[in-house]
Structure formats: C-alpha cells, structure tokens
Antibody
C-alpha cells in the first residue's frame, strides 16, 4: 500500500525557518516525481514545488522561489521541504503528493502537516 | 501562469441528480487537465486525469470531457458521498496550477 506521511509542521515566527519531511512507503520512491502542495485554511490548493525522480530537476512556485528548497533522500525514502524566510502568507496545511504521469496527476497524498507563521 | 477558473462556485443539488462542473483555462492545457475531490479534513483524491481518464477505483458515474481551454466534470447521478469540493488542475506548463474549486452541496 502506498503511504505518505508528512511531519515537521509547527508554529514559527515570521522570518524563521522550518524543514518539512514526508516519509514514503509502499512503492519505489526513486522513480516517481514528488511535489509539495499547500492549502490555506478554508481556501483552495496551491502547488508549491516539485522534484523529479532523479532529484536533478526541481521546480518552484514564484511565491516561494528563492526561499524554499525541495529535496529527497532516496536511501531514507523521504521527501523534504526546507522553508526559509517564512511569511504569514505561508501559513497553510502542507501536503506531499506523488505523481504517476510525469509531474502533476497526484494519485497519492499524505494527510498533511500544518505550518503556522505568526508572532 | 495558466489560470484555471471553475464555475459555479457552489452547486446545490439533490442525490440522484446530475452534476456538471466547469473549468476554463486561460490558455490551452493540451488535454493535461485533472479533477480532484476533497472532503472536509481529508487530502484531495484524484478522480480524472488527462481530461477523461478515470483514476484507479473511481466509479463510472464520474466522467470528464473537454479540450483546449474548456473542460467539464460530470457526475451522472449524485450519491450521498459525492457532496464535496472539486478542483481542476493542469500539468501542461509550469507553474502547475489548480482552480478555485466548486462545492457540491446538498439542496
């Protein structure tokens, strides 16, 4: 069974940093592109970042480019999102998601981890 | 950035009725359009990918159609478990984007 489980979300002050993790199991982690998608409480979905199976290709939303870094550790079957210079507008539930066809088309999602940026 | 506009924002229907949800893209997405269902407190669930292909385990009452910039998700006969929020999503170009969602509520 494919499983994704995020962790690392917490309350952080504006300007602070946080690293989210997503533990993957039940599939060959190294061959699938992975993404982070966030959802503001009560609002819609926003794609944040994506990484290819080989970890050599990354893409970012303009709203996080230069502040967030997506990475993966194949040996640990874990996806990461390093978040720096956090802003109030980064407050959201962060999901990791697995693509099945290239990028996008997310057939597997974790339950999400909540990041709150507030003083 | 490709902007996806969903309509209507809310659809009030009764069980057994047909639901028709629209997603319009600001430019062509070359058929790379997906639909997701999200219920409160849950992660989204992929229903349809590449315009009209049902994802694994999705009931046949869900169907997708369209081309170019105009796409439709149809639920042929609403079941009680279908009342949820539905999002469209394009993977044609970066950045990947989602529509604002359509809430299907019980009338």
């Amino acid at each position: 069974e494919v499983q994704l489980l995020e962790s690392g979300g917490e309350l952080v002050q504006p300007g602070g940093s946080l690293r989210l993790s997503c533990a993957a199991s039940g599939f060959t982690f190294s061959i699938y592109a992975m993404s982070w998608v966030r959802q503001t409480p009560g609002k819609g979905l926003e794609w944040v970042a994506a990484i290819g199976g080989g970890a050599d290709v990354t893409h970012y939303a303009d709203s996080v480019k230069g502040r967030f870094t997506i990475s993966r550790d194949i040996s640990r079957n874990t996806l990461y999102l390093q978040m720096n210079r956090l802003r109030a507008e980064d407050t959201a539930l962060y999901f990791c998601a697995r693509s099945t066809r290239g990028y996008g088309d997310y057939e597997a999602w974790g339950p999400g981890t909540l990041v709150t940026v507030s003083s | 950035e490709i902007v996806l506009t969903q309509s209507p924002a809310t659809l009030s229907l009764s069980p057994g009725q047909r639901a028709t949800l629209s997603c319009r893209a600001s430019e062509s997405v070359s058929g790379y359009l997906a639909w997701y269902q999200q219920k409160p407190g849950q992660a989204p669930r992929l229903l349809i990918y590449d315009t009209s292909n049902r994802a694994t385990g999705v009931p046949a009452r869900f169907s997708g159609s369209g081309s170019g910039t105009d796409f439709t998700l149809t639920i042929s006969s609403l079941e009680p478990e279908d009342f949820a929020v539905y999002y469209c999503h394009q993977r044609s170009s970066w950045p990947l984007t989602f529509g604002g969602g359509t809430k299907v509520e019980i009338k």
